[in-house]
């Protein structure tokens, strides 16, 4: 298959209609996850190598808050909670160097419910098995409110709907019409450093001086 500069995601989930809000769902299933150009850096230049992790994430909030950034030591297992609110609720593996076809088996949870926008995170130095992750990893995001080039909202179904495919294209190809920038499938984020231990010392022995300063100037 030829990798163009483009990343799909198709998830076929019940009916067409548009999913309603707060429903919790439990029947539903992913029938196919694919992925095409999924880059490794942020300019296009090296694919994201086979095997690489890709996150299906829902944001749980209920407030339309968006997607937050992953930190250094974050669990990202299927179950963890990202930026307090998004629920990692599936992960793959790319099948080859930027590309994922698959066909995913999802648990549900009580806090996922139809309407709950979609999103996918890319991982290329992670493969699926990874619960936690480092400090300064590059990784990638994609998510899309609207209807466009071809691409459904990424929006969780109803309960027991089926879904017409959400994917992103950065140009005309093989899997679909372009809907997105040429740069959405760099890995274009970096998770924030892990603070070293000495680090930790430093900042409880700042507070420490901080309590002892306060309690000399109540007792002067």
Known sequence: MKL????????????????????????????EIGAESVYADNTGTTLAPNGSLVLLVADTSGNGSGF???????????????A??????D?????????????????????WVSGDPLAIYWIP????GATTVAGS???????????SGGSAAWITPNDGDSYPPI???TNNGDLGPSNAPSDAGF?????????EPSVYALLGGLTAMGVALRKRKQTA
């Open 4 to 31: 163009s500069s483009k990343l799909l995601v198709m998830a076929a989930l019940g009916t067409v209609a548009m999913p309603s809000l707060h429903a919790a769902v439990s029947s539903f299933s992913f029938q």
């Open 125 to 128: 130095s992670l493969t699926p």
């Open 187 to 195: 890995a274009s984020m970096m998770t924030t450093p892990i603070p």
């Open 137 to 147: 990893v590059d990784y990638g995001l994609y998510t899309s409110s609207v209807v």
């Open 68 to 82: 937050g950034s992953i930190t250094g030591g974050q669990n990202i297992d299927v179950g963890s909670i990202i």
């Open 84 to 89: 307090g609110h998004d629920l990692v609720v």
């Open 167 to 169: 994917y992103f294209s």
């Open 91 to 111: 992960q793959e593996g790319l099948s080859a160097d930027g590309l994922l076809f698959a066909s995913p088996s999802l648990t549900t949870f009580s806090n």
